[in-house]
């Protein structure tokens, strides 16, 4: 008996084997960074260059491949100029190459909260980057290779080696503090001093809202004792270093510290000069019409934290970040529609604090509520906001067939009308039923996070339409004159006579009269034969001739096969009705339809086209 139990006793103090576990928050961390890393690299070389992307690639190509046809470009952004050199040289020049690293830095961005774990708290950080992951502005921007994503993404890393250096007093922090921030000013884009000036008011905004005097100068006081010291001297002196590091490839490319000036005098030309097809407040009109309910729950918690008096330190930097942001956006004729991370990074941060309150249980002292109950309410409502928005899109649709603009009744569906009102009425009445039962706590809280979601996956899909589906209509908001899928028709019709006529080497005589830094030299970058001309006369017997439509045929000299491509196309939201605006917000249908703004006709000399060996004719 003494041997059996001994020998039990000893069984269950063996050593088990260890299994390898794996923390919930980091899943759901790897989870979003690859959920998030397929939206921004599908389907990424299947649209086409715009005119401000061909520029800043077109430089690092010509650069890395020095035998490209055309002069050399000086790029407005000496950070994204260094990757597309390094992407080029080691992975050749497509859409994707160009694209890839602010895919990249785009994932990164939505993981950057997490570097502020400590300060938000574990569940504040995560939903903080959900809010990011579903954004169709940081979405669109990270595929169309923004560099105001870099500009945010370099800020952020910024703030966090100076949060590291406030609380370790390291040098290490500061000397990183001070490069990183000098890097997104003079690295990244030309509107990032504008952003710098708006960090700068948020944290004055923080400062002034502090409670107290006392507060203020003890803010003060520190902020002087830490700020002081030769450390930043050090700092400057490494930044100017990596500056120049950076932007001439490592001192290969002594040309490159022209980018730094390049961005300086963007930044300032800025101030007066809009960017091509922009709106005014672009960023605003941009974050209403692409964030709507990401503007709704940050300004409306902002509202509701204040007057409770529960504006933190960070809650009163996010207020302050957001009105400043709104303030540049009026004031900065240059600001675009990526400018619009300028708004919804701040709505997300104040976001992410109104959702942790909404995620706590209500007070049951007079109500019992269970712990489902706003979840059930939430899901609830998602169904309501489901049938609402399929059946408002069929009245905006029917609306689109009144002349004018007018509304008739007999153009309404009364199906989708009866239905929208039947939803809208059980949103109200369900509201109030269920705050009859589990209290207006937990009615207000279901109700939100319902909102809240279908707002965040509706969103996600409008942005993913935008950067992909939608990229080249000029009726998705986001793009004013969007280059045209034909471009990709243009460079497959060129491969086909480059293999007819020098065996697949882009080795064919071809002329151009196009810009050499947009949409159409990017297309040409592999023909080294390319010759940009400034007159149609340049073209004159030529092989090969790209020419703006024009109303008569050229005279070329000879006879000529042509082919038209549609390079650019503009559409005007000032052509829309009010009763036009659900089809366009909801579906991005409208009455009057795109044109094209710019087309080029592929002139190809007729013996070409009719099989002549092209040696025969070259000499």
Known sequence: MELTRNRLVDDREAPQPRRLTLPLEVAAYIALALLALVLRLAELDTVPLSDAEARQALAAWRVAWPSAPGEAIVPNSPLLFALHVFSFSTLGGSE??????????????????????????????????????????????????????????????????????????????????????????????????????????????????????????????????????????????????????????????????????????????????????????????????????????????????????????????????????????????????????????????????????????????????????????????????????????????????????????????????????????????????AGSVWGAGTAIRGWALGLLAFGLVTSLGAGWNAAVYDADNPVEFWHTQPTSRDTFLLRQTLAELSDRESGGFPAIEISVLAPPDGAVAWLLRDYHNTRFIRDVSEARTQPIVLLPELVEPPDLGGSYVGQTFTITRGWSSQTVRLADYPAWWLQREVRTRPAPLQRIVLWLRQDIYNGVPFEAFTG
């Open 96 to 433: 994707f190459t160009a694209r890839l690293f602010t895919a990249l830095a785009g994932v990164a961005l939505i993981l950057s909260p997490l570097l502020f774990r400590d300060l938000l708290g574990r569940t504040r950080a995560l939903v903080f980057s959900l809010l990011l992951f579903f954004s169709p502005s940081l979405l669109i921007a990270s595929r169309a290779d923004s560099p105001v994503v870099w500009t945010m993404l370099v800020t952020a890393l910024g703030l966090w080696a100076l949060w590291r250096y406030w609380n370790t007093r390291r040098g290490g922090y500061a000397l990183l503090t001070t490069v990183l921030f000098a890097a997104a000013l003079l690295l990244t884009d030309p509107t990032a001093p504008v952003f710098a000036l708006i960090l700068l008011g948020a944290a004055a905004f923080a400062l002034w809202r502090t409670r107290t005097d006392d507060d203020v100068n003890n803010g003060l006081a520190l902020a002087q004792e830490r700020l002081s010291g030769r450390v930043w001297l050090s700092g400057l002196l490494l930044a100017g270093l990596v500056v120049v590091i950076v932007s001439t490839l490592f001192l290969t490319y002594p040309a490159g510290l022209s980018a730094v000036g390049a961005l300086l005098g963007s930044s300032v030309r800025g101030l007066t000069a809009p960017q091509p097809g922009a709106y005014t407040l672009y960023p605003i009109w941009i974050t209403l019409f692409y964030e709507p309910v990401l503007l709704l729950f940050g300004v409306a918690g902002a509202v509701w934290l204040a007057r409770n008096g529960q504006l933190g330190l960070i809650e009163r930097f996010f207020t302050g970040w957001l009105i400043f942001g709104v303030v540049a956006s009026v004031l900065y004729a240059g600001a675009g529609a990526d400018n619009a991370l300028w708004l919804v990074l701040p709505l997300a941060g104040l976001t992410s604090r109104i959702v942790i309150e909404l995620l706590r249980d209500t007070d049951r002292l007079y109500w019992y509520a269970p712990g489902w109950a706003k979840w059930a309410l939430a899901l609830a409502l998602v169904g309501l906001l489901v049938v609402l928005s399929v059946h408002t899109q069929a009245l905006g649709r029917a609306l689109l067939k009144s002349p004018e603009g007018a509304v008739q009744i007999n153009q309404v569906d009364a199906r989708s009308a009866v239905w929208v009102l039947v939803a809208l009425l059980f949103i109200v009445t369900g509201y109030f039923m």
